[in-house]
């Protein structure tokens, strides 16, 4: 089973925002996919052929709780020796996570299985309720220079897409689909 998670804030106040591009390319690159509500996992998730499609619904800087819960569920994750949970664990084969990355410029996609945050709070969750920073990230830029500038990164990343930008994302997603 494949885990693939876009990284977000639920809301429709966060809709069509910068730090909602791994909800947005999973709607974009699943558009059949049938959501449901899971409580107990703090998320939203559908099946796809290979395994799961997970929206965490904690808001980003919490959504390692969710992911976390759902990999143990699933026994996706190393049990616990004792008081001792075994770290550094390669999950990169196991979880796939999207998510914006400010250091990137529009467009520009990366995959990594194995580094650190960068800063981003969706990821240092991640690599906290995981223990390990050994997983497949999909880190999609969203830096646009002509707009940043003098706005401070937190509120950035949480403006919305420009016209131009909504209609290169469908490209930037399919570009990443097989890879993913």
Known sequence: MKIIVGLGNPG???????????FLALDTLF????????????SL???????LLIKPQTYMNNSGRAVQKILAYYGLIPKSFGLLTKKDSDLSEVITVIHD??????????????????GHNGIKSLI?????????R??????NELLRNPIPAEKFVLGRFNSEEKKKLPEIFELIKEKI
């Not at 998730?45 to 395994?51: L, N, R, S, T």
């Open 12 to 22: 429709p106040e966060y809709d069509n925002t910068r730090h909602n591009v791994g």
């Open 31 to 42: 558009p059949d996919a049938k959501w449901k509500e899971e409580k107990r996992f703090e």
């Open 45 to 51: 998730i559908a099946e796809y052929p290979d395994g």
């Open 101 to 118: 990355d400010l250091d990137l410029s529009f467009g520009i996609h990366k995959i990594t299985n194995d580094s650190g945050s960068a």
């Open 128 to 136: 906290s309720h995981l223990k390990t920073q050994k997983i497949k």
């Open 138 to 143: 999909v880190r999609i830029g969203v830096k």
